[in-house]
């Protein structure tokens, strides 16, 4: 015999015999499934506390809405959850502090939404969080400290099948002081700074493997840990520069760490003062060369402290 929810039994019964219901009144067994609209069928194990849509086990604290086809997070979350199972489905935003009362919250999937960008707060006060999982997303960026609330996470999977992810900026890791693994693999980043991390003492396992990495000094520090680190079994490979391209890191010899991955610091070439005569309206061209290894990024500084760089110079100044 399936049970059914005794609260929803209750409720309707309240709504339609309010004046002279008994308050000892229990006997919801007798009333046909047919008067509860939208009940579902509940396990022994199954909160019920659970959200529309989604799958519960009192037992083990977990939630799993697994390809519900949602696109937003959904209520009635028990703040006792210690596994989110919220794969396969059309989550594009989360506001800060969106698990913020779910403090016991130990694993987090969130895996092929639609995400783009995770705001800094977003995980803020899941300080028991042990593995959280962000992949196959469209997350072009990691912004700075985007996980500095996640203070004893140590398993973060990033694994972006398919997706872009370009940009690690300088902190994004910050905060993770105990982070054991990192699944960067299948995105475009051409560099993983040190300086992303608080601290990479603790790092065990690195997946860099399908990015099209230029192989210079920013790289180095993983190339000194080649022999410790781990890389499930993907090394990273060089895509540029050309002399060492398609060539994996594990299999650089000590000796060859400083003929290749090394860095020449940016100088611009010419530094003359250029002036220009030009009418109002009249666009007008100015040259700044510069060499260096990684290649330089230019940006120019107008008179009124406004950064300018090739993409938003069109016709400004």
């Known amino acids: 015999m399936n049970l059914v929810s005794p609260s929803l039994f209750f409720c309707l019964f309240l709504s339609f015999f ?23 069928p509940m396990s022994s194990t199954q909160s019920q506390g ?24 959904p209520e009635g979350i028990p703040p006792d959850t210690k596994k989110l ?17 779910l403090q016991n919250l130990q694993s987090l999937s969130l895996r092929g939404n639609q995400l783009k960008l995770v705001p800094m707060g977003a995980f803020s006060r899941l300080s028991n969080l042990t593995s959280l ?3 196959g997303n469209k997350i072009v960026i990691l912004l700075d400290f985007t996980f500095q609330d996640l203070k004893s996470l140590k398993n973060l999977e990033l694994h972006l099948v398919n997706t ?31 300086g992303a991390f608080q601290s990479v003492n603790t790092l065990e396992t690195l ?39 398609g060539r994996a890191l594990s299999a650089f010899t000590d000796s060859a760490l400083f ?3 090394t860095c020449q610091k940016p100088k611009i070439r010419n530094r003359k003062l250029q002036q220009i005569s030009a009418r109002e309206g009249q666009v007008v061209s100015f040259i700044c060369r510069a060499e260096g290894e990684p290649t330089p990024v230019i940006f120019w500084i107008s008179p009124q402290r406004r950064r300018i760089t090739t993409k938003n110079m069109e016709g400004k100044c």
């Open 85 to 101: 199972e919220l794969s396969d489905n059309m989550i594009s935003v989360l506001e800060p502090n969106a698990f913020s009362s």
């Open 207 to 245: 997946r860099l493997d399908r990015n099209p990495l230029a192989c210079d000094c920013r790289l180095l520090w993983i190339l000194q840990r080649r022999k410790t680190l781990n890389f499930d079994g993907a090394s990273p490979v060089c895509m540029t520069p050309v002399e060492v391209q």
């Open 133 to 135: 999982d962000l992949s």
């Open 18 to 40: 309010p004046s002279f219901l008994p308050s000892h009144f229990l006997f919801f067994h007798l009333f046909p499934l047919s008067f509860c609209s939208g009940a579902r």
């Open 259 to 261: 003929d290749h991955f």
């Open 50 to 73: 659970c959200p529309q849509r989604c799958d519960c086990i009192a037992k083990l604290k977990t939630v799993s809405c697994f390809g519900k086809r949602l696109s937003s997070l």
């Open 164 to 194: 872009n992810l370009a940009v690690v900026q300088p902190y994004a890791l910050g905060g993770l002081r105990q982070i054991r693994l990192l699944n960067l693999s299948t995105n475009s980043l051409v560099t993983l700074e040190e």
